[in-house]
């Protein structure tokens, strides 16, 4: 599928920003990497532009420049001008990214979770998670229960209940969150049937 020019024209501008970036922090590509986990090689190239910058890669690079995630790609706000997609630094240590713009009852967030140590330090609050690994291995203590999860696996459960996350193997892990602040769950309306194969005849 081929980038609207519009599009493209925004992803141009991504290059020329991180390079500004940079050497107004005064960070080396070495440092960057160090406080990113992104391989000099790879940053760059999004410095130059032969890499095409994508969410996991901009996420703790914002993180990094403690800039908003549209600071930069540029991008004209669209929706409801007073919700920006800006991180923010979790408690216990992280990125976070909301990416609901209406108030609604459920909110979807992008988390970026490092390694926040081997002792588990479990809150509780009011609300209901559902928590979708994209990359890496996340370590969930949900009361009694100590799991780790990797790209692909999914955890539900009421935040009432003591829990605590950390990346499960030193790199920062990266989830999708919704999560409804009154105990609100999705509603599933459709479900994928399991099809079953009619035994062959042999004969």
Do not use: C, N
């Not at 967030?109 to 390694?115: E, Q, R, T, V």
């Not at 999860?149 to 209940?161: I, K, N, Q, S, Y």
């Not at 790199?171 to 599933?188: A, D, K, N």
């Amino acid at each position: 599928m081929e980038t609207p020019p519009s599009h493209q024209a925004v992803l141009d501008q991504v290059a020329p920003r991180l390079r500004r970036l940079r050497a107004q922090s005064g960070l080396t590509l070495a440092a960057l990497s160090e406080a990113t986990g992104i391989s000099k090689s790879t940053l760059s190239r999004l410095e130059s532009g032969q890499r095409r910058p994508s969410l996991e890669l901009l996420l703790p690079l914002a993180g990094a420049y403690r800039v908003p995630l549209d600071d930069l790609v540029g991008a004209p706000e669209v929706g409801d001008p007073r919700v920006r997609l800006t991180p923010r630094t979790l408690p216990g240590g992280g990125t976070v990214v909301p990416l609901t713009r209406s108030p609604g009852p459920l909110q979807a967030f992008k988390m970026l979770i490092p390694d926040r140590g081997a002792e588990p330090d479990p809150r509780t609050h009011e609300g209901y998670e559902w928590l979708y690994v994209l990359d890496g291995r996340l370590r969930l203590v949900l009361a009694e229960h100590d799991l780790v999860l990797g790209p692909g696996e999914v955890a539900e459960f009421d935040t009432r209940l003591p829990h605590w996350f950390t990346s499960a193997d030193g790199r920062p892990v990266e989830i999708l969150s919704l999560f409804g602040r009154q105990g609100e769950r999705m509603h599933v309306r459709a479900k994928p049937r399991r099809v079953r194969h009619p035994m062959r005849q042999e004969g």
